[in-house]
């Protein structure tokens, strides 16, 4: 049976043969009686649509999504839909976010002709003052009617000028992105994620495109065949995740979850705190790279979707459903603005199992992600090694480098909430 579960795990995430040596070892394994399936996830909604979202959320939380509906379920999870709707009222406003979807994606062919072409750029359009460059390279098959593949018009606007220069850096994280899976073989898919992150990119004019985004948004576009349904994911996605990439000269944006993981580590372990301040690294800023793409470098590519998924249904709330459309927003992508939840038993069910405890301790937030204590938990299982061998801040990068690929997603989530429970046992002492 194990031997089946995991070739149909490489059927659904193909890698290509010249790279079978270079990716990390995946670890999860589809488990019959415990990971989500296709039939268990049809039986979980009523006639007209309602979802058990508790009973979801257990199973998940046992044992993952099966790769052949992560993508709709990913969906609930993130909050593109309330488990209360009707299947009725999920295609309607399916539709409708379609619809606004593609009128964006529109605007910016306007603007640039390449998007939607099945082709992206790679470098500079314009320059930092506007004027148009044309690409010497390009072939005559690929130049639209315009005559060239962007616009020809110099451009005065801020936020378009702002915009037309990130699309380069796009392309050239797109070429990089899981590039050893076999689904970005094809230019295809490779712009329809150009094409996703530029759109974002237009209309999130506050945090625009930073790079790591393109490492969240890939496994959306791989799971959801509809390019305006994998935007919305990864737009419900990073409501969650946007203040990680928002960066200034003073601060980065993952600052106060690294305060809050030295918090906890000094809590629980006081003596690697306190080695690892004695080596300039109480700022934790080695962590940077785990807390802002959440995993996605420290683990196989499918273990990293399997930890998402365990996370989001563990950190679950239902009241995180706040459509885009109901905020009567017109312009740009924004942040969730949620209402104060009432809670009461029958509510507190549908919580997740991590968020519940937050809940009920009045930690809810995103200082008191899951994440952080993961990255707790990755710290904790190399703090032997940092203890003896780390003489240096450079010494304790490497140390964490080398975890890269070689981590049990499963063991560690284990360990993340052995570390929550006693972080909170500490803080309630003191």
């Known amino acids: 049976m194990m031997n089946y579960a995991s070739k149909e795990l490489e059927s ?44 979801v959320l257990r199973r998940i939380q046992k044992g993952g999504v099966h790769p052949s509906i992560k993508g709709v379920v990913w969906e609930f999870l993130l909050g593109c839909y309330d488990p209360n709707s009707t299947f009725d009222e999920r295609n309607e406003l399916r539709q409708h976010r379609r619809e606004q979807y593609g009128a964006w994606k ?69 070429v990089r992105t899981d590039r050893a899976l076999v689904f970005y073989e094809s230019e295809i898919n490779q712009a329809k994620l150009w094409d996703l992150l530029a759109v974002y990119a237009w209309v999130d004019n506050d945090i625009s495109y930073v790079q790591g985004m393109n490492d969240i948004c890939s496994p959306m576009v791989i799971l959801l065949e509809d390019e ?34 030295s918090e906890i580590i000094k809590a629980v372990d006081p003596k690697l ?53 109901e905020s009567g927003h017109d312009s740009g992508v924004v942040t969730d603005k949620n209402v104060a939840p009432k809670i009461n038993n029958k509510t507190l069910k549908q919580y997740g199992k991590f968020e519940r405890k937050n ?31 780390a003489k240096g801040i450079d010494d304790v990068v490497k140390i964490m480098h080398d975890i890269t690929g070689n ?21 309630k002492k003191s």
């Not at 990073?238 to 960066?247: A, I, K, P, S, V």
Request: aromatic content about 10%.
């Open 273 to 325: 705190h306190q080695h690892l301040e004695e080596l300039d690294g109480g700022e934790y800023l080695f962590a940077f790279r785990m807390l802002m793409v959440i995993f996605r470098r420290e683990f196989s590519f499918v273990d990293a979707l399997y930890l998402w998924e365990v996370m989001w249904a563990m950190e679950y709330n239902p009241n995180m459903f706040a459509s885009y459309e």
């Open 228 to 261: 305006a349904d994998a935007f919305w994911c990864f737009e419900h996605a990073m409501r969650r995740l946007r203040e990680n990439f928002r960066c200034s000269t003073t601060s980065i944006g993952v600052q106060s979850q690294l305060s809050t993981l």
């Open 12 to 55: 659904f995430f193909a890698i290509r043969p010249e790279c079978q040596g270079d990716v990390p070892k995946t670890h999860f394994k589809l488990r019959p009686g415990k990971t989500l399936s296709e039939r268990r996830w049809n039986a979980a909604f009523s006639k007209d649509g309602h979802l058990d979202i508790a009973g």
């Open 359 to 389: 809940v009920k301790t009045g930690r809810s937030g995103q200082n008191s992600a899951l994440v952080i204590f993961l990255a707790a938990s990755v710290l904790e299982t190399k703090n032997k090694k940092l203890l003896k061998e």
């Open 407 to 427: 981590m049990d997603a499963r063991k560690a989530l284990n360990e993340a909430l052995k570390i929550h429970k006693k972080y909170l046992s500490k803080a």
């Open 106 to 174: 529109a605007e910016c062919q306007k603007m640039v002709p390449i998007v939607g072409s099945g082709k992206f750029v790679t470098t500079p359009i314009i320059s930092d003052d506007g004027q148009p460059i044309r690409d010497p390279s390009t072939d005559n098959d690929s130049i639209d009617n315009s005559g060239t593949m962007s616009s020809n018009d110099a451009v005065s606007d801020k936020k378009v000028i702002h915009w037309k220069l990130g699309l380069p850096q796009i392309g050239l994280d797109v």
